[in-house]
């Protein structure tokens, strides 16, 4: 069985990594290769990262509000790189009519702050092994 | 996986292929054979040290200082996986990202996967397909576990070993094996108080180490110690200019030569030993073994009767 690798990334100007790195160690703990990139990323430097990492999928941790901005872009990229199927995770503190346009971009689910990790991992597992099937 | 995107400077496809060369696929492996041919133009430098001694950062100013020298880089950075959940967390490139968006670097993070010396069982492949992939410079950082990190000399030509200040004059703190692999030593964080001590107590060691070893395990090349504020890239393009001219020794020398040979043999070694291991393996089978512990257990027979037992009972298989 291969370790899944995902990417976790914070687009975007605010400072708190806090969140991003407890749904890190959560998925390190459910035996995923966690590539952590850091505070303040631009869209590009999120793309090129799951580009060269070649991950399973990607988790963008957003606290600033700007994740309708960001989150389309990041998903624009990918496509642009042929990895348009790899399932893109959102969290942050998102209002529920930003996370259905989320979806309906192409986001594979929008996590709030209340998400019980169990869940999120699950959420990772069941997406990336979808892709690694198909 | 095709060879000809990846030479053709396909960065999806270079991934690809190393997702699955660290996942030790069959079919990557093909590839690397078609490309062996390609391998040995690349400089590889490996830097080792302490958890936190500021490898990444280092590793980071090389490629900047590379880069503007008009060189393609590669990095490879190893992280420890956990061995409770096989997980880990690879959080070298957060101190990468300026080299962000410079379509001549690619970085590429991995997991140790259970191996003790400080790279993954696959790193070595990993160089090589970057070499073959046509980068000027690949870079592997290894796992800063604090223990004795020496595999990584058997993956690179060259091995810079960094300290941090804090070292003192004691030399009761380099731990042992580490000086015998440096063919660099760079005191990182020169603007933290206590660089001078450690730059001293270095220097004290490598005497000692040399006089100890009579003839040198490289004559003609005395290690040098510099001193980096990576931050800053102050002291980097010394570095530079040393690893330069450490290549230059391992060309003319003739010394570069004998250890890539030494390393291919170790290299052979191990693969034959875990191919051998992993075909003997098949004709294993766990209730017969079981049975033999149970015998063991009952004081019917010593382990080591059993063991020559086993031997002699066990089909190998031809394939595997
Ligand atoms: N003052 C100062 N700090 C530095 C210097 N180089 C690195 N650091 C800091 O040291 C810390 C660790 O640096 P890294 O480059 O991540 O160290 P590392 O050896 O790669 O760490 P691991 O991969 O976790 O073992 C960071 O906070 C860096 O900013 C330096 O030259 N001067
Ligand atoms: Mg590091």
């Known amino acids: 069985m291969r370790a899944l690798r995902v990417l976790i990334a914070k687009p975007g100007l605010d400072g708190h990594d806090r969140g991003a790195k407890v749904i890190a160690r959560a998925l390190r703990d459910a035996g995923m290769e966690v590539i952590y990139t850091g505070l303040r990323q631009t869209p590009e430097m999120v793309a090129e990262a799951a580009l060269q990492e070649d991950v399973d999928a990607v988790g963008l941790s957003i606290l600033s509000g700007a994740h309708l901005a960001l989150t389309p872009r990041v998903l624009e990229l990918m496509r642009a790189n042929g990895q348009g199927d790899v399932p893109v995770f959102v969290g942050g503190i998102i209002p529920e009519d930003d996370a259905t346009a989320l979806r309906e971009l192409g986001v594979a689910a929008v996590f709030g702050p209340g998400t019980p990790m169990a869940d999120v991992v699950a959420a990772v597992r069941a997406a990336a092994d979808q892709v690694g099937a198909g | ?320």
């Open chain 2, 1 to 320: 996986m095709n060879p000809e995107h990846i030479l053709a400077g396909d960065r999806r496809a270079l991934a690809r292929w190393l997702t699955a060369l660290e996942d030790e696929r069959r079919e990557a492996q093909e590839v690397l054979a078609a490309l062996f041919a390609q391998t040995g133009r690349a400089q590889i430098t490996g830097v080792t040290g302490a958890p936190g001694s500021g490898k990444s950062t280092l590793v980071a100013a090389l490629a900047r200082g590379w880069r503007a020298r008009g060189q393609t880089v590669a990095i490879l950075a190893v992280d420890p996986s956990s061995p409770f959940s096989g997980g880990a967390i690879l959080g070298d490139r957060v101190r990468m990202q300026a080299l962000s968006g410079d379509p001549g670097v690619f970085i590429r993070s991995m997991a140790s996967r259970g191996a003790l010396g400080g790279l993954a069982a696959t790193t070595a492949d990993l160089a090589r397909a970057l070499d073959a992939a046509g980068f000027d410079q690949v870079v592997i950082e290894t796992v800063g576990a604090g223990q004795s990190e020496i595999d990584v000399a058997r993956a690179a030509q060259t091995t810079i070993v960094i300290e941090a200040p804090g070292l003192g004059d004691d030399i009761q703190a380099i731990k042992a094996g580490i000086l015998e692999i440096a063919d660099l030593l760079v005191v990182t964080k020169a603007d933290q108080p206590g660089a001078e001590a450690t730059v001293r107590a270095l220097r004290a060691a490598l005497e000692l180490e040399s006089a100890a070893r009579s003839a040198g395990v490289a004559p003609g090349w005395a290690v040098p110690v510099l001193t980096t504020i990576a931050p800053t890239s102050a002291g980097v393009s010394e570095v530079l200019d040393t690893l330069a001219a450490h290549q230059a020794f391992l060309r003319s020398s003739g010394a570069g030569s004998g250890r890539e040979v030494k390393r291919l043999q170790r290299e052979l070694e191990l693969r034959l030993r875990q191919r051998v291991w992993q075909r003997f393996a098949l004709g294993l089978d766990s209730d017969v073994l079981a049975e033999w512990a149970g015998r063991i257990h009952r004081r019917e027979i010593d382990l080591e009767s059993a063991v020559k037992s086993v031997l002699a009972s066990t089909h190998i298989p031809e394939h595997e």
